[in-house]
Protein backbone atom coordinates (compact mmCIF):
# COMPACT_ATOMS: atom_id res chain seq x y z
CA UNK A 1 0.00 0.00 0.00
CA UNK A 2 2.29 2.68 0.93
CA UNK A 3 4.82 3.76 -1.85
CA UNK A 4 7.54 5.32 0.27
CA UNK A 5 9.16 3.60 3.24
CA UNK A 6 8.20 4.74 6.84
CA UNK A 7 11.35 4.76 8.06
CA UNK A 8 12.78 7.30 5.88
CA UNK A 9 9.60 9.68 6.10
CA UNK A 10 9.36 9.25 9.96
CA UNK A 11 13.43 10.24 10.21
CA UNK A 12 12.91 13.26 7.57
CA UNK A 13 10.05 14.47 9.39
CA UNK A 14 11.70 13.90 12.97
CA UNK A 15 14.63 16.38 11.47
CA UNK A 16 11.76 18.97 10.31
CA UNK A 17 11.99 18.23 7.06
CA UNK A 18 9.14 20.44 5.12
CA UNK A 19 9.13 17.58 2.40
CA UNK A 20 8.67 14.99 4.65
CA UNK A 21 6.07 16.31 6.65
CA UNK A 22 4.31 17.29 3.68
CA UNK A 23 4.43 13.72 2.47
CA UNK A 24 2.96 12.80 5.73
CA UNK A 25 0.21 14.65 4.94
CA UNK A 26 -0.54 13.69 1.53
CA UNK A 27 -0.33 9.86 2.97
CA UNK A 28 -3.18 11.02 5.95
CA UNK A 29 -5.03 13.05 3.17
CA UNK A 30 -5.12 9.86 0.57
CA UNK A 31 -5.14 7.37 3.05
CA UNK A 32 -1.93 5.56 1.03
CA UNK A 33 -0.71 4.29 4.67
CA UNK A 34 -1.76 3.33 8.13
CA UNK A 35 -2.50 6.82 9.78
CA UNK A 36 -2.06 5.37 13.21
CA UNK A 37 1.14 3.91 12.59
CA UNK A 38 2.70 6.87 10.95
CA UNK A 39 1.24 9.06 13.66
CA UNK A 40 2.41 6.83 16.90
CA UNK A 41 5.88 6.31 15.10
CA UNK A 42 6.58 10.35 16.09
CA UNK A 43 7.06 11.17 19.46
CA UNK A 44 3.64 13.06 21.13
CA UNK A 45 3.80 16.68 21.52
CA UNK A 46 2.12 18.39 24.87
CA UNK A 47 3.38 21.75 24.03
CA UNK A 48 2.24 22.47 21.02
CA UNK A 49 -1.20 24.79 20.61
CA UNK A 50 -3.87 24.15 17.97
CA UNK A 51 -5.88 27.21 17.19
CA UNK A 52 -8.77 27.04 14.66
CA UNK A 53 -9.19 30.35 12.99
CA UNK A 54 -12.71 30.30 11.20
CA UNK A 55 -15.34 32.73 9.40
CA UNK A 56 -17.04 32.83 6.38
CA UNK A 57 -15.49 32.96 2.98
CA UNK A 58 -13.77 35.92 2.24
CA UNK A 59 -13.48 37.40 5.69
CA UNK A 60 -9.90 37.30 5.66
CA UNK A 61 -8.55 34.26 7.66
CA UNK A 62 -5.82 33.61 5.24
CA UNK A 63 -5.02 37.36 4.93
CA UNK A 64 -4.78 37.57 8.96
CA UNK A 65 -2.78 34.63 8.69
CA UNK A 66 -0.30 35.97 6.18
CA UNK A 67 0.07 38.66 8.32
CA UNK A 68 0.58 36.82 11.92
CA UNK A 69 2.65 33.80 11.29
CA UNK A 70 6.02 35.96 10.63
CA UNK A 71 5.38 37.92 14.16
CA UNK A 72 4.70 34.88 15.73
CA UNK A 73 8.40 33.01 14.36
CA UNK A 74 10.15 36.04 15.53
CA UNK A 75 8.65 35.03 18.81
CA UNK A 76 10.46 31.90 18.76
CA UNK A 77 7.57 29.94 17.79
CA UNK A 78 7.45 27.11 14.99
CA UNK A 79 4.15 28.04 13.04
CA UNK A 80 2.56 24.88 10.75
CA UNK A 81 -1.03 26.41 8.73
CA UNK A 82 -3.04 23.96 7.91
CA UNK A 83 -5.68 25.60 5.21
CA UNK A 84 -8.91 23.80 4.33
CA UNK A 85 -10.37 24.03 0.85
CA UNK A 86 -13.19 23.51 -0.75
CA UNK A 87 -13.14 20.18 -2.37
CA UNK A 88 -14.25 20.51 -6.33
CA UNK A 89 -17.38 18.00 -7.10
CA UNK A 90 -15.96 16.83 -9.80
CA UNK A 91 -11.93 16.04 -9.38
CA UNK A 92 -12.35 15.93 -5.71
CA UNK A 93 -9.05 18.22 -4.86
CA UNK A 94 -8.79 21.15 -3.68
CA UNK A 95 -10.73 24.00 -5.09
CA UNK A 96 -8.02 27.02 -5.38
CA UNK A 97 -9.96 29.19 -8.04
CA UNK A 98 -9.15 32.99 -7.01
CA UNK A 99 -8.89 32.86 -3.10
CA UNK A 100 -5.92 34.86 -1.52
CA UNK A 101 -3.31 32.21 -1.33
CA UNK A 102 -0.76 32.10 1.89
CA UNK A 103 2.51 33.61 0.63
CA UNK A 104 4.93 30.94 -0.13
CA UNK A 105 7.39 31.87 2.21
CA UNK A 106 5.87 32.83 5.01
CA UNK A 107 8.97 32.86 7.06
CA UNK A 108 12.19 30.92 7.81
CA UNK A 109 10.42 27.61 9.66
CA UNK A 110 6.59 28.05 9.09
CA UNK A 111 5.07 25.41 7.24
CA UNK A 112 1.86 25.66 5.30
CA UNK A 113 -0.46 23.21 3.31
CA UNK A 114 -3.93 23.00 2.31
CA UNK A 115 -6.09 20.03 2.65
CA UNK A 116 -9.20 19.09 0.67
CA UNK A 117 -12.49 19.52 2.42
CA UNK A 118 -13.43 16.33 0.92
CA UNK A 119 -15.66 13.79 3.53
CA UNK A 120 -15.14 16.48 6.46
CA UNK A 121 -17.66 18.95 7.48
CA UNK A 122 -17.99 21.77 9.44
CA UNK A 123 -15.39 23.61 7.84
CA UNK A 124 -12.99 20.80 8.32
CA UNK A 125 -11.61 17.99 6.82
CA UNK A 126 -11.87 14.27 7.20
CA UNK A 127 -8.07 14.24 8.05
CA UNK A 128 -7.73 17.64 9.63
CA UNK A 129 -7.44 16.28 13.05
CA UNK A 130 -4.87 13.84 11.99
CA UNK A 131 -3.25 16.16 9.82
CA UNK A 132 -2.64 18.56 12.75
CA UNK A 133 -1.67 15.58 15.11
CA UNK A 134 1.48 14.88 13.10
CA UNK A 135 2.17 18.66 12.89
CA UNK A 136 2.34 18.35 16.22
CA UNK A 137 4.33 15.57 16.66
CA UNK A 138 6.56 17.17 14.21
CA UNK A 139 7.98 19.59 16.90
CA UNK A 140 5.73 22.93 15.65
CA UNK A 141 4.54 24.91 18.40
CA UNK A 142 1.52 26.71 17.24
CA UNK A 143 -0.73 24.88 14.56
CA UNK A 144 -3.09 27.54 12.96
CA UNK A 145 -6.25 25.28 11.24
CA UNK A 146 -7.90 27.67 9.03
CA UNK A 147 -11.42 25.98 8.07
CA UNK A 148 -13.13 26.08 4.87
CA UNK A 149 -15.57 29.39 6.12
CA UNK A 150 -18.42 27.77 3.84
CA UNK A 151 -20.65 29.44 6.87
CA UNK A 152 -19.81 31.35 10.19
CA UNK A 153 -21.48 28.48 12.04
CA UNK A 154 -18.99 25.86 10.91
CA UNK A 155 -17.48 25.09 13.98
CA UNK A 156 -16.62 21.73 14.20
CA UNK A 157 -13.25 22.98 14.25
CA UNK A 158 -13.90 23.73 18.31
CA UNK A 159 -13.32 19.85 18.19
CA UNK A 160 -10.25 19.65 17.17
CA UNK A 161 -8.40 22.97 18.26
CA UNK A 162 -7.94 24.03 21.89
CA UNK A 163 -8.50 27.52 21.24
CA UNK A 164 -10.96 28.92 18.25
CA UNK A 165 -10.50 32.64 16.92
CA UNK A 166 -14.03 33.71 14.93
CA UNK A 167 -13.66 36.69 12.19
CA UNK A 168 -16.11 38.65 11.34
CA UNK A 169 -16.53 42.04 8.53
CA UNK A 170 -18.53 44.20 7.91
CA UNK A 171 -19.68 42.26 5.13
CA UNK A 172 -20.69 39.72 7.43
CA UNK A 173 -24.14 39.93 7.29
CA UNK A 174 -26.75 39.61 10.28
CA UNK A 175 -24.08 39.88 12.71
CA UNK A 176 -26.30 40.55 15.84
CA UNK A 177 -27.97 37.18 15.20
CA UNK A 178 -24.93 35.14 14.64
CA UNK A 179 -23.65 36.70 18.13
CA UNK A 180 -27.14 36.05 20.17
CA UNK A 181 -27.28 32.38 18.71
CA UNK A 182 -25.12 31.13 20.88
CA UNK A 183 -21.47 30.75 18.71
CA UNK A 184 -19.48 32.91 21.51
CA UNK A 185 -19.84 29.77 23.40
CA UNK A 186 -17.99 28.07 20.86
CA UNK A 187 -15.65 30.45 19.46
CA UNK A 188 -12.79 31.97 22.22
CA UNK A 189 -11.81 35.38 20.37
CA UNK A 190 -13.91 37.23 18.38
CA UNK A 191 -11.71 39.29 15.72
CA UNK A 192 -13.47 42.34 14.02
CA UNK A 193 -11.47 41.66 11.04
CA UNK A 194 -11.69 44.45 7.74
CA UNK A 195 -11.28 46.98 10.56
CA UNK A 196 -10.42 49.48 7.47
CA UNK A 197 -13.72 49.20 5.67
CA UNK A 198 -16.70 51.50 6.40
CA UNK A 199 -18.96 50.34 9.40
CA UNK A 200 -16.41 48.54 11.11
CA UNK A 201 -16.14 51.02 14.37
CA UNK A 202 -20.18 50.27 14.13
CA UNK A 203 -19.17 46.40 14.56
CA UNK A 204 -16.88 46.66 16.65
CA UNK A 205 -19.07 48.32 19.21
CA UNK A 206 -21.88 45.99 18.77
CA UNK A 207 -19.21 42.86 19.09
CA UNK A 208 -18.16 44.84 22.42
CA UNK A 209 -21.46 44.71 23.96
CA UNK A 210 -22.15 40.88 23.08
CA UNK A 211 -18.73 40.27 24.64
CA UNK A 212 -19.47 41.69 28.18
CA UNK A 213 -23.32 40.28 27.92
CA UNK A 214 -21.81 36.83 27.56
CA UNK A 215 -18.94 37.28 29.16
CA UNK A 216 -16.61 36.54 26.90
CA UNK A 217 -13.44 38.11 26.26
CA UNK A 218 -13.21 41.63 24.57
CA UNK A 219 -12.98 41.91 20.68
CA UNK A 220 -9.99 42.39 18.66
CA UNK A 221 -10.50 44.85 15.70
CA UNK A 222 -7.82 44.31 12.70
CA UNK A 223 -7.39 45.35 9.02
CA UNK A 224 -4.67 42.90 7.38
CA UNK A 225 -4.69 45.52 4.48
CA UNK A 226 -3.08 48.54 6.76
CA UNK A 227 -1.69 46.22 9.93
CA UNK A 228 -3.65 48.01 12.48
CA UNK A 229 -4.11 46.11 15.33
CA UNK A 230 -2.26 43.08 14.36
CA UNK A 231 0.28 43.94 17.11
CA UNK A 232 -2.14 43.64 19.73
CA UNK A 233 -3.36 40.31 18.23
CA UNK A 234 -0.82 38.47 17.79
CA UNK A 235 0.12 39.69 21.90
CA UNK A 236 -3.54 38.18 22.91
CA UNK A 237 -2.98 35.31 20.72
CA UNK A 238 0.11 34.24 21.93
CA UNK A 239 -0.84 35.11 26.15
CA UNK A 240 -4.10 32.75 24.92
CA UNK A 241 -0.73 29.68 23.78
CA UNK A 242 1.01 30.44 26.88
CA UNK A 243 -2.36 29.86 28.86
CA UNK A 244 -2.93 26.58 27.41
CA UNK A 245 0.57 25.13 27.66
CA UNK A 246 0.56 26.37 31.65
CA UNK A 247 -2.74 24.65 32.39
CA UNK A 248 -3.91 22.45 29.26
CA UNK A 249 -7.14 20.96 29.40
CA UNK A 250 -7.18 17.23 29.91
CA UNK A 251 -10.87 17.33 27.72
CA UNK A 252 -9.97 18.69 24.63
CA UNK A 253 -7.02 15.99 24.15
CA UNK A 254 -9.41 13.33 25.07
CA UNK A 255 -12.09 14.86 22.89
CA UNK A 256 -9.78 14.78 20.08
CA UNK A 257 -8.71 11.32 20.70
CA UNK A 258 -12.29 10.35 20.84
CA UNK A 259 -12.69 11.77 17.42
CA UNK A 260 -9.79 10.16 16.06
CA UNK A 261 -10.87 7.15 17.83
CA UNK A 262 -14.28 7.21 16.39
CA UNK A 263 -13.15 7.96 12.37
CA UNK A 264 -10.88 5.40 12.50
CA UNK A 265 -13.79 3.06 13.98
CA UNK A 266 -16.48 3.58 11.63
CA UNK A 267 -13.88 3.35 8.29
CA UNK A 268 -12.92 0.12 9.67
CA UNK A 269 -16.72 -1.02 10.39
CA UNK A 270 -17.61 0.83 6.89
CA UNK A 271 -15.23 -1.35 4.88
CA UNK A 272 -16.16 -4.31 6.51
CA UNK A 273 -19.58 -3.87 6.24
CA UNK A 274 -19.10 -3.06 2.50
CA UNK A 275 -16.94 -6.57 2.67
CA UNK A 276 -19.54 -8.37 3.91
CA UNK A 277 -22.25 -7.12 1.61
CA UNK A 278 -20.13 -8.82 -1.33
CA UNK A 279 -18.62 -5.22 -2.40
CA UNK A 280 -19.93 -3.52 -5.78
CA UNK A 281 -20.34 -6.66 -7.91
CA UNK A 282 -23.37 -7.02 -5.33
CA UNK A 283 -24.62 -4.04 -5.40
CA UNK A 284 -24.90 -3.60 -9.35
CA UNK A 285 -26.51 -7.64 -9.13
CA UNK A 286 -29.02 -5.98 -6.22
CA UNK A 287 -29.97 -2.69 -8.35
CA UNK A 288 -31.10 -4.88 -11.32
CA UNK A 289 -33.08 -6.83 -9.10
CA UNK A 290 -34.43 -3.44 -7.85
CA UNK A 291 -35.21 -2.02 -11.27
CA UNK A 292 -36.57 -4.91 -12.33
CA UNK A 293 -38.60 -4.54 -9.51
CA UNK A 294 -38.33 -8.40 -7.87
CA UNK A 295 -36.70 -6.43 -4.51
CA UNK A 296 -37.63 -3.13 -2.34
CA UNK A 297 -35.01 -1.01 -1.24
CA UNK A 298 -35.72 -2.12 2.54
CA UNK A 299 -35.49 -5.93 1.27
CA UNK A 300 -32.11 -5.26 -0.78
CA UNK A 301 -30.74 -3.41 2.32
CA UNK A 302 -31.25 -6.35 4.56
CA UNK A 303 -29.75 -8.62 2.20
CA UNK A 304 -26.26 -6.10 1.90
CA UNK A 305 -26.43 -5.35 5.57
CA UNK A 306 -28.81 -7.77 7.63
CA UNK A 307 -29.87 -5.97 11.06
CA UNK A 308 -28.59 -9.18 13.42
CA UNK A 309 -24.82 -8.31 12.24
CA UNK A 310 -25.39 -4.24 12.61
CA UNK A 311 -26.58 -4.34 15.48
CA UNK A 312 -23.15 -4.28 16.79
CA UNK A 313 -22.64 -1.16 14.56
CA UNK A 314 -24.78 1.36 16.21
CA UNK A 315 -22.64 3.94 17.36
CA UNK A 316 -23.15 6.56 19.77
CA UNK A 317 -22.95 9.65 17.98
CA UNK A 318 -21.23 12.89 20.22
CA UNK A 319 -18.36 14.73 22.00
CA UNK A 320 -19.54 18.46 21.46
CA UNK A 321 -19.68 21.56 23.39
CA UNK A 322 -16.76 22.86 24.77
CA UNK A 323 -14.76 26.43 25.91
CA UNK A 324 -12.86 26.41 28.71
CA UNK A 325 -12.51 30.10 29.66
N1 LIG B 1 -10.43 45.97 2.98
C1 LIG B 1 -9.80 44.88 3.37
N2 LIG B 1 -9.80 43.78 2.58
C2 LIG B 1 -9.15 42.68 3.01
C3 LIG B 1 -8.50 42.64 4.28
N3 LIG B 1 -7.99 41.39 4.44
C4 LIG B 1 -8.29 40.70 3.32
N4 LIG B 1 -9.00 41.46 2.46
C5 LIG B 1 -9.52 41.05 1.15
O1 LIG B 1 -10.59 40.14 1.37
C6 LIG B 1 -10.61 39.15 0.34
C7 LIG B 1 -10.66 37.76 0.95
O2 LIG B 1 -9.47 37.52 1.67
P1 LIG B 1 -9.00 36.05 2.08
O3 LIG B 1 -7.83 36.23 2.97
O4 LIG B 1 -8.84 35.16 0.89
O5 LIG B 1 -10.27 35.56 2.88
P2 LIG B 1 -10.53 34.07 3.46
O6 LIG B 1 -11.41 34.24 4.64
O7 LIG B 1 -9.25 33.35 3.65
O8 LIG B 1 -11.35 33.43 2.27
P3 LIG B 1 -11.62 31.87 2.03
O9 LIG B 1 -10.35 31.12 2.32
O10 LIG B 1 -12.03 31.80 0.60
O11 LIG B 1 -12.74 31.48 2.96
C8 LIG B 1 -9.37 39.41 -0.52
O12 LIG B 1 -9.78 40.12 -1.67
C9 LIG B 1 -8.49 40.27 0.36
O13 LIG B 1 -7.67 41.15 -0.37
C10 LIG B 1 -8.51 43.81 5.09
O14 LIG B 1 -7.99 43.88 6.20
N5 LIG B 1 -9.18 44.89 4.58
MG1 LIG C 1 -8.54 31.51 2.94
Not at 22 to 40: F, K, V
Not at 75 to 86: F, K, Q, S, T, Y
Not at 191 to 216: F, N, S, T, Y
Not at 230 to 237: A, F, I, M, S
Request: aromatic share 2%; net charge negative.
Amino acid sequence: MATFDVETLVAGIKAGESRAIAQGISAIEDETYDTDHLISSLPPSPNCVRIGVTGATGVGKSSLLARIVPSLLERGERVAVLAVDPTSPLSGGALLADRVRMPADLGSGAFFRSVASRHGSGGVAACTDDAAELLARAGFSIVLVETVGVGQLDMEVAEETDDVWLLLSPESGDVMQLLKSGVLEVANQLVIHKGDRPGAGRLLRLAEEMCREQEAPAPLMVSSRDDAGVDELVERLLDRVEGIRRAPDAGSERRRLLRRLRRATEKRWISQGLDRAGGEDSFEQIAGEILSQRLTIQEALDRLAPPGEMKFCRATAGGSGRKTT
